[in-house]
């Protein structure tokens, strides 16, 4: 059980700028959203299989589970604000040509399935973007009610959005909801291109997409709470995507309705969501996280298998009101757990890998049971999914989510050393050596927290960690490990948290009194630092940055 928070779930957007940002945002997924509903009815007009319309979701989907690394990496490596103008831009113009290519009449099924990719491409770009900026936006003790309202901006426009979406197709066509989807991103846009945002300084220079995409992945791998969320968010948005995925051919099929049928469920869904947006936070300070995510994902689960037999409007839409509070549910804790539990100086990289969780799985879902359904019916499709969803539930038994509560993420640089040898940012391998002096009567306390030391040098940025013990001085241990470069080596330095550096102390206390830890830096090759003659000059050394130490 969690403290229950003294924060009102609004106290975030009495801060300006997040509230221009959320309330532009809503209406840029309210765009979205009436463009999704346009999308998937032209698409049942275009084509009548259903394989081809649960692939509308795909084509959106599939950008984001493809680039969310790289999309991640740019979030942390450039200025936030201007990448999500860039992403925006692409969103822009996807949707123009949607609209123009529409009203000409010449959209065909594979036209209107690429130009919903290009859109999700921008959106994939935008989302860690504007996921990884809301630290910067609000305060610390605000992180969780802006993650909140984030997720209640979004279900607010999928209240409305699909079922102003529906009217707007059955009045007025589906070009007209692609008309509306571009217009509607133009505010966000603006209130982005004011933003002035101020960058938080770097001593060093940002580093290249390939090795920053590199130390996401690497962060994600040595960090066992951040991959138990993101496979939960996988299994999740697979199992349960099912029911999204299959909403057009609900409305058309098992109630027989047309695209205003559409966007009344999804509207349906939307407010289930929305009640959910409002309800996180207290329940979270009730119940562990654990413990509501079986809830909801029990509700939606039972909710699709009512979906999946009703033949009654009425009765869908009350299910799917369960549905929508059951899948926001236990969406938002993933995101609060991932977006609470990592480092600010990767934020971006960790928020773009659950969203190509949750967004993978969807696409995923598009796919499989878009084919289930053209083999065996849409209602066994969708008991087939609620099937598959209880079974996600056993994985709570082997990857439990993390416990997180709101706490200071930024990293905290070490002190200065001296360095004698001309460097480059290039130079390395750097191999690091540090000796420690331990009781032997404290041997086995002092390897067991060495044993939290290597998981966070090694999310950090070393590789080739090890811990070794003299064998003619036992009480002697020496820990290695390498980064390729100097300038990883300084980046691995400067990414510490306090949370982490209290762990590296932990470590250090074991230190016999009166003794203090011994560093050595070596660089591996040295013969890069050799001058053959004395007139020679060092190539790059001009790109040598003041470094700053500590222990590691």
């Keep these: 059980m969690t ?131 809301v630290s910067e936006q609000v305060p610390t003790e605000l992180l969780s009610q802006a993650i909140a309202l984030n997720s209640i901006s979004f279900n607010l426009a999928r209240s409305f ?80 995507g099912g029911l999204y995925t299959l909403m057009p051919l609900v409305a058309k099929d098992l109630l027989e309705g047309s695209a205003q049928t559409l966007g009344f469920i999804l509207g349906a869904f939307g407010i289930g969501a929305i009640a959910s947006a409002f309800m996180v936070d207290p329940l979270r300070a009730r119940m562990a996280s654990e413990k509501l995510i079986f809830i909801s994902v029990l509700l939606l689960a039972a909710t699709i298998v009512a979906v999946a037999l009703s033949p009654w409007l009425w009765l869908t839409a009350l299910a799917l009101l369960g549905s929508g509070w059951g899948w926001t549910t236990a969406l938002t804790l993933f995101i609060i ?10 934020t971006g990289r960790a928020m773009a890998a659950s969203q190509a969780a949750s967004a993978g799985g969807l696409a995923l879902a598009g796919w499989v049971w878009g084919q289930v359904a053209s083999a065996f019916g849409v209602s066994d499709g969708l008991l087939l999914s609620a099937g598959v969803l209880l079974l996600t539930m056993l994985l709570r038994f082997g990857f439990r989510l993390p416990e997180v509560e709101a706490r200071d993420m930024e990293s905290v640089p070490l002190d200065d050393f001296d360095v004698a040898l001309d460097l480059t940012g290039r130079s390395g391998p750097i191999a690091i050596e540090i000796e420690y002096h331990v009781d032997p009567d404290r041997a086995r306390p002092f390897y067991r927290a060495m044993q939290d030391v290597e998981q966070l040098r090694h999310r950090n940025g070393a590789y080739d960690w090890s811990l070794a013990r003299d064998i003619a001085d036992p009480s002697i241990w020496t820990e290695h490990f390498h980064c390729p470069t100097w300038h990883d080596y300084l980046r691995q330095r400067d990414r510490n948290t306090s949370e982490e550096l209290r762990t590296i102390a932990l470590a250090a206390a074991f230190q016999t009194p009166g003794r203090e830890p011994v560093v050595r830096r070596r660089l591996v090759r040295p013969f890069g630092s050799v001058r053959w003659r004395d007139e020679s000059r060092d190539e790059g050394l001009n790109d040598a940055v003041p470094i700053s130490a500590g222990l590691g």
């Design 3 to 133: 403290g229950q928070s003294a924060v009102s779930l609004g106290a975030p957007l009495r801060v300006p700028l997040f509230r221009r940002i959320w309330f532009a945002s809503m209406l840029s997924n309210l765009g979205l959203l009436i463009q999704g509903v346009g999308a998937a009815w032209a698409m049942i007009r275009l084509s009548d299989d259903p394989a081809m319309v649960a692939l509308v979701q795909t084509a959106l989907f599939i950008p984001v589970m493809l680039l969310s690394l790289a999309a991640g990496a740019i979030a942390d490596m450039f200025d936030r604000r201007k990448v999500a103008l860039v992403a925006l831009s692409i969103c822009l113009v996807s949707a123009g040509l949607l609209c123009v290519i529409s009203f000409s009449g010449m959209l065909t099924p594979w036209l209107l399935l690429g130009l919903c990719f290009a859109i999700g491409c921008g959106m994939a770009l935008f989302g860690p973007t504007w996921q990884a900026s």
């Design 161 to 240: 959005g699909p079922a102003i979406g529906g009217v707007i197709v059955a009045t007025a066509g589906a070009p007209s909801a692609f008309l509306l989807n571009a217009l509607f991103y133009i505010p966000l846009f603006i209130v982005l291109l004011l933003w002035r945002r101020i960058p938080s300084p770097s001593r060093l220079p940002p580093e290249r997409i390939g090795r920053a995409m590199t130390s996401g992945a690497r962060f994600i791998i040595h960090s066992p709470p951040i991959r138990a969320v993101l496979l939960r968010t996988l299994a999740t948005a697979v199992a349960g």
């Design 337 to 346: 757990n991932i977006q609470l539990a990592v480092p600010r100086w990767v």
